[in-house]
């Protein structure tokens, strides 16, 4: 088995006036795992009725792909000002149950837990998937969202679910829902052991107990959509870590596949 899982619903992504195109957080950290070979499988859902036109470019990567289905696919209209992204949320996916997530994450130790929304994962899922010693990386995203229609909403109204999380990645604007302002020791305040701030074309910081360091962006040569280099960003992350490299590190080389990810798009 795979020493790496991602797992999580896919999406139907309306960018702009631009056709549909497949999204969520497993199918970009599938892409990024794959473009640096590391020892991953992918766990994904979505309704029936779109799998043809969302599983098959998740196969494409390359990594072992295993597909549940489920009443609806979670979809989304969003555009872009600078850096900051305005999205509606259109609807929603099935909640993952503990069996269902266990069973996908297998002998992994290292999960993407790819959460669009505060329902796709709920606590007692986030608890089982945590048990064995397994570490999970949760993008915040999938925390503070709630699954109402609409323009996307946020809140601090999580519960403990963070005592299950060894990594969150997080960006500014997630960091103020959970702490009320971008404050290191208000990350730390968090009890989660390693924090990823990520700032788009700035960089980001890892928090630890003990330290707080920028990660410079690398410079692009234009601009860029910059979907799913989040993603990209804390694939890479965890599969750094699941290597054996420190935090710091890791998000060195993160950077680096982010910047790629984002050059070659």
Not at 48 to 60: G, I
Not at 169 to 180: K, Q, S
């Given at each position: 088995?795979s020493?790496?899982?991602?797992?999580?619903?896919?999406?139907?992504?309306?960018?702009?006036?631009?056709?549909?195109?497949?999204?969520?957080?497993?199918?970009?950290?599938?892409?990024?795992?794959?473009?640096?070979?590391?020892?991953?499988?992918?766990?994904?859902?979505?309704?029936?009725?779109?799998?043809?036109?969302?599983?098959?470019?998740?196969?494409a990567?390359?990594?072992?792909?295993?597909?549940?289905p489920?009443?609806?696919?979670?979809?989304?209209r969003?555009?872009?000002?600078?850096d900051?992204?305005?999205?509606?949320?259109?609807?929603?996916?099935?909640?993952?149950n503990?069996?269902?997530?266990?069973?996908?994450?297998?002998?992994?130790?290292?999960?993407?837990?790819?959460?669009?929304v505060?329902?796709?994962?709920?606590a007692?899922?986030?608890r089982?998937?945590?048990?064995?010693?397994?570490?999970?990386?949760?993008?915040?995203?999938?925390?503070?969202?709630?699954?109402?229609?609409?323009?996307l909403?946020?809140?601090?109204?999580?519960?403990?679910?963070?005592?299950?999380?060894?990594?969150?990645?997080?960006?500014?604007?997630?960091?103020?829902?959970?702490?009320?302002?971008?404050?290191?020791?208000?990350?730390?305040?968090?009890?989660?052991?390693?924090?990823?701030?990520?700032?788009?074309?700035?960089?980001?910081?890892?928090?630890?107990?003990?330290?707080?360091?920028?990660?410079?962006?690398?410079?692009?040569?234009?601009?860029?959509?910059?979907?799913?280099?989040?993603?990209?960003?804390?694939?890479?992350?965890?599969?750094a870590?699941?290597?054996?490299?420190?935090?710091?590190?890791?998000?060195?080389?993160?950077?680096?596949?982010?910047?790629?990810?984002l050059?070659?798009?």
């Amino acid at each position: 088995m795979s020493a790496i899982a991602a797992i999580g619903n896919l999406s139907l992504d309306r960018v702009s006036d631009a056709p549909p195109r497949p999204g969520g957080p497993v199918f970009y950290a599938a892409q990024a795992l794959a473009r640096i070979i590391a020892d991953a499988h992918v766990v994904a859902s979505c309704a029936v009725a779109d799998r043809s036109q969302l599983v098959p470019f998740l196969e494409a990567f390359g990594l072992p792909v295993r597909w549940y289905p489920s009443k609806t696919t979670a979809t989304y209209r969003f555009h872009y000002e600078g850096d900051r992204r305005i999205m509606r949320q259109e609807a929603v996916g099935d909640a993952w149950n503990p069996e269902q997530a266990v069973e996908a994450a297998g002998n992994a130790l290292w999960l993407h837990v790819g959460a669009l929304v505060r329902t796709d994962f709920p606590a007692e899922t986030l608890r089982a998937l945590a048990a064995g010693g397994r570490r999970l990386l949760v993008d915040a995203q999938g925390l503070v969202r709630t699954a109402a229609l609409g323009p996307l909403r946020m809140n601090c109204h999580i519960g403990d679910v963070l005592r299950y999380v060894a990594i969150l990645n997080l960006n500014e604007e997630e960091a103020e829902t959970l702490v009320g302002r971008v404050d290191m020791d208000r990350l730390r305040s968090l009890g989660v052991p390693e924090v990823l701030l990520t700032l788009g074309s700035r960089g980001a910081v890892v928090v630890t107990a003990d330290k707080a360091e920028c990660i410079p962006a690398v410079d692009l040569a234009c601009r860029v959509d910059p979907t799913g280099a989040g993603d990209t960003f804390s694939a890479g992350y965890l599969a750094a870590r699941a290597a054996g490299a420190e935090p710091v590190e890791a998000a060195r080389t993160a950077t680096q596949n982010a910047a790629s990810f984002l050059s070659n798009r």
